[in-house]
C-alpha cells in the first residue's frame, strides 16, 4: 500500500501539465505534485502512473516516491481560478501524489549526457510500458544533482483502455524514433539482459498490490480488484522477454 496522506493546503496549479497538476502541501508537513482523480483523463492515468512508477523504482530506476492523497473538495473553495477549483471540487476522495523534486530542471537533451547504459534502460522501460509520452518535445524526465529522474507516466499501457484486446495489443512494436533519449546510443540489449530477468509474477503482484481498490473497482469485464491487478501484469510479463526485439527507430538498429 503507498503510503497515504491528507491534503491541508492548495499551494497553486502546476502550470506546465496538460492534466494540469496541482502543487499541494499535506498532513506530513511534506510537498506533493497532485494528479486529480476528477481529471479529464480519470483514473485509469492514475493507475498507470501507480503501476509504472513503482515498476520502474523496483528495476532501479529513479522515480519520485508516490503516496495517495486524500482531497477533501472545501480545499477549493478559496481558489480564484475556475478550472483549478473545479477540478478540486471533483476531487474528493483518493487522488495521486508524489514528492516534490525542488531544485529539477526539465531534461533537456542538448544540455544534458547521459550514458548508453542508463538511456538503455529507460527506452527498453519505456518499450516495456508502451509510454509514448517521453519525446524530445515532451520528455517527461527531470535532472537533479543526483541523477535523472522520470516523471508522467499517465499515457502507458494503452492496452489498459481495451482489455478485451489487450493480449494482441501488447504484443506490438514499441516506436522509439521520438525518444528523448534516442540521441544517446541507448544499450537495450544490455538494458534487457539485466532487467527483463526481473519482471517476475512475484514483482508485478508486488507492484500491483499499491494501485488502490478504489480506482479498479466497477471495471467492466472483472469481478474483483484482484482479477483486474493480474490483467495488468499479464501483458507486462509476456512483453518483458521479447521487447526488445521489436523496438524500432533507434540510430544503428539493424
Ligand atoms: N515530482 C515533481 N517534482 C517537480 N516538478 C514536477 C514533478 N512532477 C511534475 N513536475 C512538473 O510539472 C510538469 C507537469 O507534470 P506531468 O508531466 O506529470 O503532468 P501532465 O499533466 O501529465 O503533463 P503532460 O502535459 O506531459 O501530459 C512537469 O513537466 C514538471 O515540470
Ligand atoms: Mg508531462
Redesign the pocket.
Given at each position: 500500500m503507498l503510503k497515504e496522506v491528507i491534503a491541508t493546503r492548495f499551494i497553486a496549479p502546476l502550470r506546465?501539465?496538460?492534466?494540469l497538476p496541482g502543487l499541494i502541501e499535506a498532513d506530513d508537513l511534506g510537498t506533493y505534485v497532485l494528479k486529480f482523480t476528477g481529471a479529464g483523463q480519470g483514473r485509469k492515468t492514475l493507475v498507470a502512473e501507480v503501476v509504472c512508477g513503482e515498476l520502474a523504482r523496483r528495476l532501479g530506476l529513479r522515480v519520485p516516491r508516490l503516496v495517495t492523497v486524500e482531497l477533501d473538495p472545501v480545499l477549493g473553495l478559496g481558489e480564484p481560478d475556475q478550472e483549478v477549483q473545479q477540478l478540486l471540487k471533483s476531487s474528493g476522495g483518493t487522488n495521486l501524489g508524489m514528492d516534490f523534486l525542488s531544485g529539477a530542471l526539465g531534461f533537456d537533451p542538448i544540455a544534458f549526457e547521459v550514458d548508453p547504459g542508463e538511456a538503455g534502460r529507460i527506452v527498453w522501460f519505456d518499450a516495456l510500458v508502451n509510454n509514448v509520452?517521453r519525446s524530445w518535445r515532451?520528455p517527461?524526465m527531470l535532472r537533479r544533482s543526483d541523477g535523472l529522474w522520470l516523471?508522467?507516466h499517465?499515457a502507458t499501457m494503452i492496452w489498459h483502455h481495451n482489455w478485451p484486446g489487450a493480449a494482441a495489443s501488447a504484443a506490438r512494436p514499441y516506436d522509439a524514433s521520438d525518444h528523448a533519449l534516442r540521441t544517446f546510443a541507448p544499450d537495450v540489449a544490455s538494458a534487457a539482459a539485466d532487467l527483463a530477468p526481473q519482471v517476475t509474477e512475484d514483482l508485478l503482484a508486488e507492484v500491483t498490490a499499491e494501485i488502490p481498490d478504489v480506482w479498479l473497482a466497477g471495471e467492466q469485464g472483472f469481478g474483483s480488484p484482484g482479477e483486474l491487478r493480474s490483467a495488468y501484469a499479464r501483458p507486462l510479463i509476456a512483453r518483458a522477454a521479447t521487447v526488445h526485439q521489436r523496438i524500432h527507430g533507434l540510430e544503428g538498429e539493424q
Amino acid at each position: 500500500m503507498l503510503k497515504e496522506v491528507i491534503a491541508t493546503r492548495f499551494i497553486a496549479p502546476l502550470r506546465e501539465g496538460g492534466s494540469l497538476p496541482g502543487l499541494i502541501e499535506a498532513d506530513d508537513l511534506g510537498t506533493y505534485v497532485l494528479k486529480f482523480t476528477g481529471a479529464g483523463q480519470g483514473r485509469k492515468t492514475l493507475v498507470a502512473e501507480v503501476v509504472c512508477g513503482e515498476l520502474a523504482r523496483r528495476l532501479g530506476l529513479r522515480v519520485p516516491r508516490l503516496v495517495t492523497v486524500e482531497l477533501d473538495p472545501v480545499l477549493g473553495l478559496g481558489e480564484p481560478d475556475q478550472e483549478v477549483q473545479q477540478l478540486l471540487k471533483s476531487s474528493g476522495g483518493t487522488n495521486l501524489g508524489m514528492d516534490f523534486l525542488s531544485g529539477a530542471l526539465g531534461f533537456d537533451p542538448i544540455a544534458f549526457e547521459v550514458d548508453p547504459g542508463e538511456a538503455g534502460r529507460i527506452v527498453w522501460f519505456d518499450a516495456l510500458v508502451n509510454n509514448v509520452d517521453r519525446s524530445w518535445r515532451n520528455p517527461n524526465m527531470l535532472r537533479r544533482s543526483d541523477g535523472l529522474w522520470l516523471i508522467d507516466h499517465g499515457a502507458t499501457m494503452i492496452w489498459h483502455h481495451n482489455w478485451p484486446g489487450a493480449a494482441a495489443s501488447a504484443a506490438r512494436p514499441y516506436d522509439a524514433s521520438d525518444h528523448a533519449l534516442r540521441t544517446f546510443a541507448p544499450d537495450v540489449a544490455s538494458a534487457a539482459a539485466d532487467l527483463a530477468p526481473q519482471v517476475t509474477e512475484d514483482l508485478l503482484a508486488e507492484v500491483t498490490a499499491e494501485i488502490p481498490d478504489v480506482w479498479l473497482a466497477g471495471e467492466q469485464g472483472f469481478g474483483s480488484p484482484g482479477e483486474l491487478r493480474s490483467a495488468y501484469a499479464r501483458p507486462l510479463i509476456a512483453r518483458a522477454a521479447t521487447v526488445h526485439q521489436r523496438i524500432h527507430g533507434l540510430e544503428g538498429e539493424q
